[in-house]
């Protein structure tokens, strides 16, 4: 018996780690969640369908499924203006973004590597920003904005995406800097590296995907913005969302159409969620959460 | 004897905080004011951005809401004290407004946790294509939310052609003008409908961060699958749940590009919330005065709700995950 | 190479009010194997982070060379340092990361990677130097960790327990390694750890720390002969010291209830000259023989035969626990009521009974 068991124990011990199998079993809790996917899924996939649809075949009862597809509405869609408007949420999405990090990015790290005596302060200071109703400023804002003539004008977009989303990234970033071992910047500092270098060499490498995750989810509330575009701008500086408005009343039953300018005003961000799903939490807990 | 050790003793504690004492004040000092600026010059850009964009203008804000001031009538500004805030106040409309905010965000708050909560608990276990389904089931939340409305208004909610209405005439029940009679209703579950991914995104993580040996330890003590949720899970998903709460009620005070897209606001102000009806009253009615005072009660509405959000991020998640 | 010197060294914990490292003072020759000892909370982390610069010195100075270091950066210290968990550079390839502080100190890179190769062979980790150390084992992370020290050749190594998170086997294997490799480089090294077994084994001499006070700094041998207080004689040696508090009698002190530990006129008349009613009694393990005429009436509690010696644990009376090395396979069985006697040879170590001082 005793040769048996040192047999197996051999063979085991000679076969390399274990892994464990992913078991791909069916599982009835597997059905209903994915019913629901679909469901919630669903109008999604009904926008995207619409857009290439016909006129005729978009707003039926009951419902069109088969049809013919086809790119017209697309054409109509690019043919109305989406040009610009597309240019201008590209434009105010981008370089928010990139100023959110250049300005977000140092913050961030004052706040976690070196903290300072009043890092808690100027935490809850950056989360009331982000909590204020922005309702409540949209008045002097105008104002304001008028008065030094950017009304209509993109940049002033861009400034406010950028205090819009400076809360959030620097809260993301900062808890991608706080997971950075202490001991990382220690060896770098005793082999010779001034903090720059540190920085540089091995800190950044290190929180990349943070920032980049950091930066996806930026675009994503700056694309999606709605209240300040329709309110600082008109015909020149109109976002995607602002473009948008165009198709409620005035084009009536023009569903197809309609659905072709929504899913291109909404395909960038979902792929942008998409690819930065695993970071969204933390984004949206004020990097509370990982 | 006991004497003398006693006395030798706190003689020898007095002379140690002395030392402590003299090197705290020489690393006060030690500390110095360079140092200082070096470690909070990167935080300065941010902060003084934020300042002067945030601060400011809600000073201004501030100083509007005691003014009679209407675009329309130039020249007419002139200083009122609360008058305004008195008219609002008295004002049935914004507290009509006010409550169907209130209506709203409790409402989509709370039935967004529920959903969410289902769905984080179907999603914690592997089953064939997870990855996908978590896709999927994000995508509400991620599109762009006036493309979303216009949408549900349009093909979903349409009394004529939107499928809605032709789901439930297979049923037999007949075609309904949604949003023409429960406009409020409507908004709120479109809100509801690009809220639960959120929610179910943070119980996730909640639940994902639950320990697992804890749950084993249960289920070897005796457990059922229900008493293990309710006993253990449940408690620990308590302050994400909390968390969604708060953190969704401070987005929602701001929800307004769905009212804009479906209903306007109408018919009247039946699903006007406090942002939609601010817009209107400074933008379409040009009452910067009035308008500027109702968004400071909406601030201090906020601030309620955010001091129990500050607490919570910072009191349960500063820091480390407790221990099990 | 160089000297080092502890003058009064202090340091605060961060938020607290206690002393982390209470006047530590320590004269470490060039080329030395140093260790410091003690039990979690004795500050000799803390001490040697001190010496690396990651700590400030709140009070007193260190010096390195002769040269103090107040106020100069880690960075300019020129001190390597094996850190617990080995802080290796996860972006970083093995040679990237022995060759790292090479590079900032801008030596070319034919130079860098001969100096490389040199310490991977050393180490044995020519045929890791391209892979990231996520694609390690525990026990080759910290040959890097060590690599990474030695390419550097700095007057100072420092280590930080850096054998705590390998499996007992490669514990003992790579503890030679590490005294071999430091015997041959001749380099000053100051290493931190919480077993005694290393410290013994490993050091030319070993400082023993307690809640940041220096307890002594002798050699292995003299700390194990001759004890400076009664922490020091429980904590160094395994199984530990037996230490037993009790009153004098006439011919020595009584043990238990009804036994006699017999002391020399030496000792006794020390004792009386000093005043004592009561004395601290300590006896090593393999001082103590099992008697068939008399001596300290014990009951054997348990029985730990280790094949090459068996160990004794007994009780003289509840709270007096008395361990004895023998020989035999089957010197007694549970619960057997026997007797122990010092033997011959035997040394014991006198202590005061309440500061713990050593007496003889």
Known sequence: MTTATTEKTAAKIDSGPVRKKKTKKFSPWGVVAWIAALGFFFPVFWMVLTSFKQEGDAATSPPTLFFTPTLDQYDAVFNQGIGPAMLNSVFATGLSTIIVLLLGVPAAFALSLRPVRRTQDALFFFMSTKMLPIVAVILPLYVIVSNVGLLDNIWALVILYTAMNLPIAVWMMRSFFLEVPGELLEAASLDGASLWRSVREVILPLVSPGIAATALICVIFAWNEFFFAVNLTAVNAQTMPVYLVGFIAGEGQYWAVLSAAATMAALPVMLCGWFAQNKLVRGLSFGAIK | MTLTADTEADAGQNAMAERVRKIREAQDLGVSRAEGWRRRGPLLPALIFMIVVTQVPFLFTLYYSTLSWNLVRPGSRQFVGLDNYIAVVNDSQFWSVALNTVILIIGVVLVSAFFGLLLALLLDRAFFGRGVVRTLLITPFLVTPVAAALIWKTTILDPTNGILNWLLSLVGVGPVDWIGQFPLTMVMVELIWQWTPFMMLLILAGLQSMPRDQLEAGQVDGAGAFQLFRELTLPHLRRFIELGVVLGAIYLVNTFDAIYMMTQGGPGIASANLPFYIYQRAFLGFDMGQAAAMGVVVVIFTIVIANFALRLIFKSFSGKEEAA | ?360
């Not at chain 3, 750890?193 to 013994?200: I, K, N, P, R, W």
């Open chain 3, 1 to 360: 190479m160089a000297s080092i010197t502890y003058k009064n060294a202090s340091c605060i914990y961060e938020g607290s009010d206690k002393l982390a490292v209470n006047s530590l003072n320590l004269d470490i020759q060039d080329g030395e194997f140093v260790v410091l000892v003690g039990p979690s909370g004795s500050g000799k982390s803390t001490a040697l982070r001190m010496l690396a610069g990651l700590e400030e010195i709140d009070e007193g100075d260190i010096e390195i060379g002769g040269k103090n270091m107040k106020g100069v950066a880690s960075k300019d210290r020129d001190i390597a340092m094996v850190f617990q968990n080995y802080a290796l550079y996860p972006n970083k390839t093995v040679a990237e990361n022995m060759g790292f502080a090479l590079k900032l100190r801008g030596v070319s890179e034919a130079e860098r990677r001969k100096k490389v190769e040199e310490a991977a062979k050393l180490l044995d980790l020519t045929e890791f130097l391209d892979r990231k150390p996520a694609k390690l084992s525990g026990g080759q992370r910290q040959r890097v960790a060590m690599g990474r020290a030695i390419v550097r050749e700095p007057q100072v190594f420092c280590m930080d327990e850096p054998l705590s998170n390998l499996d007992a086997k490669l514990r003992v294997q790579t503890r030679t390694e590490i005294a071999a490799l430091q015997r041959r480089l001749g380099t000053t090294t100051v290493y931190v750890t919480h077993d005694q077994v290393e410290a013994m084994t490993m050091g030319d001499r070993v400082a023993v720390l307690r809640f940041g006070e220096l307890q002594q700094f002798a050699s292995p041998a003299d700390l194990y002969d001759k004890p400076a207080n009664a922490f020091v004689a429980g904590f160094i040696g395994s199984p530990a010291m037996n230490l037993m508090t009790g009153p004098l009698a006439s011919n020595g002190v009584k043990v238990g209830e009804d036994s006699t530990l017999e002391l020399t006129r030496e000792h006794l008349s020390l004792l009386h000259e000093a005043g004592l009613k009561e004395v601290t009694i300590g006896i090593r393990p393999e001082h103590l023989e099992l008697s068939d005429n008399g001596g300290i009436n014990v009951v054997i509690d348990l029985v730990e035969d280790l094949g090459s010696e068996t160990y004794l644990y007994t009780h003289a009376s509840p709270g007096v626990q008395l361990v004895a090395r023998s020989f035999s396979r089957q010197p007694a069985r549970l619960a057997d009521a026997v007797a122990l006697r010092q033997k011959a040879e035997g040394v014991v170590h006198l202590f005061h009974p309440e500061t713990g001082a050593r007496l003889n």
